[in-house]
């Protein structure tokens, strides 16, 4: 809570003005300088404890002439829960005085101010302390027979807020004078080189904050707003509180300062903005009276939308449950200290009666201010207010004050008190061992300061009576305890505080949070959780994508990319299908895989195969035919040695089709090419053949020419043995050192894996294929020299024409091949070896089938020769 640095003057000469209280004179005695006259609640004892409470909020502003001693200054905005703060503590001294087992025969008594909640008036009050009480104008050391501690006050107990509680822990830390807070809560607190003699019985804001952020998440509210005000606690607290959400995927929509002085234009200002926002969770750092204002103004213009998380500053507060604010702030969740019921406790609030002694002066206080009366012990000239008679009755009071069914903050001054009496009782030897109370005793000669019993503080060590464990970590902080608190309306319409979970800081990852989702209550009447998201969170299937310039709680919704998948709500990457798997259409989880290839149930398929027996089976009738009529004329002069050897190259083109279709293996892989390569190269060397000896042929009828005889049949068939044995000889290096082998192809959009042969070397495919090529620009050059021969039947006219259209097929195959996807890369070969096949066969075969069945009377050697009368 609120703190400002010591850098005044004024700082200066107080901190001299507390070095020269512990010295002492020539005769032995303390002798204080001036007196603040600071109004006390105090009672004597051997040992006397400080406190320091916020009997009052309202701290009037200082007026520093430093020409005349600073006098007091009342302060106004009394608070009932600090004087019930205040009874708490002297109710833990009395009951431990009246304990003979902790310190025996040793009576503690107590010296309590009010600090105001500011830090001025809370150092005044803190120096006051130090420097003795003030209805002694002198301290005599030597007269008194228990005089254990050196100083007036060894340890103190205080304060709420955290700025006041720095300003005073930093001036106590040079002494080394234990301060013990029970409310202060900032993370600043914990620096033991700036703040030395400081503890506190209430855990740091770095726990509450890590529990905060905890529920937040716990409930998916990833968009929040900030509310808090100008002070250490609102500023450390937020600011961890934002950091630590950020690094969990939160981010703050908003952060607004409620100013310290009341402004209308502020306030508005501020509830017009949260009006505006989208965030529908507001965590507010703030105390209860720092929060009226605004809520008032939220509740006047009836916004009823927002889910509040309190701080463990006001979530217990009744202040706030008032029926006009019972539509905002019903449903509010929040952190609060660990509570029980402390035993008598009640009875001992109840039995407060105001008296005109002076020690009685905050009793008389709350009294006017509780029943809104006056005492007449001191003449106030206030004739507005009626008489006290000083026997009305507490028990037909409801307030902050009497309500102890639950103590948080009172509990922690109890446990203070005690924390305090144990280390007394270990620093002053106390013998708790004995059989009789009469016989138990603490060294009354000991003499001690307040850095030793800082020492014995720190080694604190005990369970108490609600069988807790209260003790001091290296940072003084004690055990993280949190009580979760949610705001519901009981049956006659009022606020009750129901504990609906707990935090346990010290619990493993994990364990810590615990709560109750079925008793929570939740704003605006709402049955579900609230949503407070800036987008929501993107569904299966998409992933999130930040917007520039925006936090990254707000984002667009992208579909995954091809082959990735999200199964998640607000995933911010999408996940790459495993090999071979590929997304469904909603991109949600991924399926094996669909393998395409050119099956033998494929429509294509089968048209294909259809067509390749079919191309057999023309080849083998015409085999047939040339076979039956061999011995006539046509049949001869087209050597028929090298028709029936072209004949059998075609059908074994026309079945080597048959290797691509079916499912790619490494046998096929190997196969197809090479069967494909090697038949047309036998093909193609037969046409060549038949080529040659046509022209051949018309040479040898010139006179002289033996040009055939050197090209007779022996010669032809080592031709083209040569020729297909280079084509061999290549496929076989090709296959021996990169051969293609079976490959599962997913680069293919719409979740098909195509099987396929893959070539690791592909120039080998085009050598095999430009093998061919070569061989048939060679026959088709020297079938288009001997187109023009004087024969009536010119077989090179049918060459050159077959050969035109294989050169068709081909040159329009290689675009085709290399743009055509999947499957139908292997129909495109397919078609191109049964198109180049068929051309062939019907340019060279049909013609003379035609002459064989239908025009027997062309089959004669006159005919053929062109010497037949017409």
């Known amino acids: 809570m609120p703190v400002t640095k010591l850098g005044l003057p004024l700082g200066l000469l107080l901190l001299l003005y507390l070095s020269v209280v512990v010295s002492t004179s020539l005769d032995n005695s303390c002798w204080r300088l001036g007196d603040f006259n600071s109004p006390a609640l105090e009672q004597d004892g051997d040992i006397v404890i400080g406190g320091l409470f916020p009997l009052h909020y309202i701290a009037p502003e200082p007026d520093h ?104 822990a930093q001036t106590f830390g040079p002494f080394g004078i234990p301060l013990i807070s029970y409310f202060a809560t900032c993370t600043c607190l914990t620096d033991k080189k700036e703040y030395p003699s400081f503890l506190r019985t209430v855990p740091s804001d770095v726990f509450q904050v890590q529990g905060l952020v905890q529920l937040v998440s716990h409930f998916g509210w990833r968009w929040v707003g900030t509310v808090g005000t100008d002070d250490d606690y609102s500023h450390y607290g937020i600011q961890a509180f934002t950091e630590q959400l950020n690094r969990r995927g939160g981010c703050i929509a908003f952060h607004h300062t409620i100013p310290k002085a009341y402004s209308q234009a502020k306030i508005h200002s501020i509830v017009n903005n949260l009006e505006s926002s989208t965030a529908r969770v507001i965590i507010a750092f703030a105390t209860e009276g720092q929060l009226l204002d605004l809520l008032v103004e939220v509740a006047r213009r009836n916004l009823t939308r927002w889910q509040w998380v309190a701080s463990e500053a006001w979530v217990t507060a009744k202040l706030l449950t008032v029926p006009e604010l019972h539509s905002v702030l019903a449903g509010t969740l929040g952190f609060a200290f660990k509570g029980t019921t402390i035993p008598g406790l009640a009875e001992f609030l109840l039995s407060v009666k105001p008296s005109p002694r002076p020690e009685y002066v905050f009793t008389n206080m709350f009294w006017e201010e509780l029943f809104g009366c006056r005492l007449g012990y001191e003449n106030k000239g206030d004739s507005e207010l009626a ?13 902050s004050y009497t309500d102890v069914s639950r103590v ?21 030897q106390c013998d708790s061992g004995a059989q009789s109370s009469y016989h138990k005793f603490c060294n009354a000669e000991s003499k001690f300061s307040p850095w030793q019993l800082l020492h014995y503080l720190k080694k604190v060590n005990f369970t108490n009576q609600f069988k807790e464990k209260v003790y001091f970590d290296k940072n003084g902080e004690p055990v993280p305890l949190y009580d979760i608190i949610n705001w519901q309306r009981d049956g006659q319409g ?9 935090y346990d800081g010290s619990a493993p990852q994990g364990q810590q949070l615990k709560i109750d989702m079925g008793s929570i209550q939740w704003a605006g009447g709402q049955t579900e959780v609230p949503s407070s998201l800036c987008t929501p ?17 707000c984002f667009d919704c992208l579909p995954c990319a091809e082959g990735e998948i999200s199964n998640i709500s607000g995933a911010t990457e ?51 035919i040339f076979f039956i009529f061999r011995s006539t004329p046509i049949v001869k002069a087209n050597n028929s040695e090298m028709s029936f050897l072209l004949l059998l190259s075609l059908k074994l083109c026309f079945l080597c089709s048959l290797v691509f279709v079916g499912r790619p293996s490494p046998w096929t892989c190997r196969t197809r090419q090479a069967a494909f390569g090697v038949s047309f190269v036998l093909c193609i060397s037969c046409i060549l053949v038949k080529t040659i000896v046509v022209l051949l042929a018309f040479r040898s009828t010139m006179p002289g020419s033996s040009s055939l005889k050197l090209f007779s049949p022996p010669q032809q068939r080592a031709f083209i043995f040569c020729c297909t044995t280079g084509q061999v000889i290549l496929c076989a290096c090709w296959l021996a050192l990169a051969p293609p082998y079976p490959y599962k192809n997913t680069s293919y959009q719409g979740g098909k894996i195509v099987l396929e042969c893959k070539d690791v070397w592909p120039l080998g495919f085009y050598m095999v294929l430009g093998y061919i090529g070569l061989l048939s620009c060679m026959c088709f050059a020297l079938a288009f020299l001997g187109r023009k021969l004087p024969d009536t039947f010119n077989e090179a006219k049918l060459i050159t024409f077959s050969m035109l259209i294989f050169f068709a097929v081909w040159i329009s195959f290689i675009p085709a091949y290399n743009s055509s996807p999947g499957k139908y890369t292997v129909a495109v070969e397919i078609f191109a070896i049964l198109a180049s096949t068929f051309g062939l066969l019907f340019c060279i075969f049909v013609p003379k089938c035609y002459i064989i069945l239908l025009r027997p009377d062309l089959n004669t050697k006159k005919a053929m020769t062109g010497k037949m009368t017409k």
């Open 65 to 168: 002439t430093y020409s005349e001693l600073p006098q007091h200054q009342e302060c106004s905005g009394f608070d009932f829960r600090a004087f019930r703060w205040i009874q708490t503590m002297v109710f833990a001294i009395e009951e431990i005085n009246n304990n003979s087992v902790l310190l025996p025969g040793v009576t503690l008594g107590y010296r309590i101010l009010d600090s105001c909640d500011h830090v001025h008036t809370s150092l005044r009050s803190a120096l006051s302390l130090v420097n003795g009480s003030s209805s002694q104008t002198q301290v005599t050391t030597a007269g008194s027979s228990k005089c254990f501690s050196t100083a007036p006050v060894p340890a103190v107990i205080g304060l709420a807020s955290s700025s006041p509680t720095r300003a005073v």
């Open 387 to 399: 008489q006290c008679t000083g026997s009305e009755d507490l028990m037909d009071i409801k307030n």
């Open 408 to 428: 948080r903050i009172s509990y922690n001054v109890y446990k203070a008190v005690y924390a305090i009496a144990h280390a007394l009782h270990q620093l002053l």
């Open 494 to 502: 009022a606020i009750q505080f129901q504990m609906v979970g707990s």
């Open 537 to 553: 969170s993107c569904p299966p299937g998409t992933r999130q994508a930040t917007r520039p310039g925006q936090p990254i709680c």
């Open 574 to 624: 999408c996940i790459a299908c495993p090999q071979y798997y590929w997304p469904n259409k909603e991109r949600v989880s991924c399926l094996a895989g669909i393998e395409e290839f050119l099956s033998y149930h494929d429509i294509m398929g089968i048209i294909l195969i259809c067509l390749s027996l079919f191309g057999v089976a023309v080849a083998t009738v015409i085999t047939v």
